[in-house]
Nanobody, 120 residues
Framework: QVRLIESGGGLVQTGGSLRLSCVAF????????AAWFRQSPGKEREFVSLISGTGITSYSKFAEGRFSISKDSTETTVYLQMNNLTPEDTAVYYC??????????????WGQGTQVTVSS
């Protein structure tokens, strides 16, 4: 059974950094797309970043220059390094996996989410 398990969320002050991790079970990111999404209270889930099986990355405008997506050499873990965080980044962050470009809109697999809270 495919599972994605996120970790690394927490409480951080404005300007701080966090690194989120997403570990895949029964599947790897090697030939698949991985993505991070987030959802703030009262808002729809939104795309943050993705990485392809070959390492090509893409970011939403709010993530450009502050966030960085990567994966480890085993291709079972994907990271989201988040720097210069602001209260607007407060959300539940979700990891996702799909074998196609559907990754950006309706991924097949989702993690359970990890809470990120940025205090002012």
């Amino acid at each position: 059974q495919v599972r994605l398990i996120e970790s690394g969320g927490g409480l951080v002050q404005t300007g701080g950094s966090l690194r989120l991790s997403c570990v895949a079970f029964e599947i790897t990111f090697g030939n698949n797309f991985a993505a991070w999404f987030r959802q703030s209270p009262g808002k729809e889930r939104e795309f943050v970043s993705l990485i392809s099986g070959t390492g090509i990355t893409s970011y939403s405008k709010f993530a450009e220059g502050r966030f960085s997506i990567s994966k480890d050499s085993t291709e079972t873990t994907v990271y989201l390094q988040m720097n210069n965080l602001t209260p607007e980044d407060t959300a539940v962050y979700y990891c996702a996996l799909d074998s196609t470009f559907r990754i950006a809109t309706a991924p097949k697999y989702w993690g359970q989410g990890t809470q990120v809270t940025v205090s002012s």
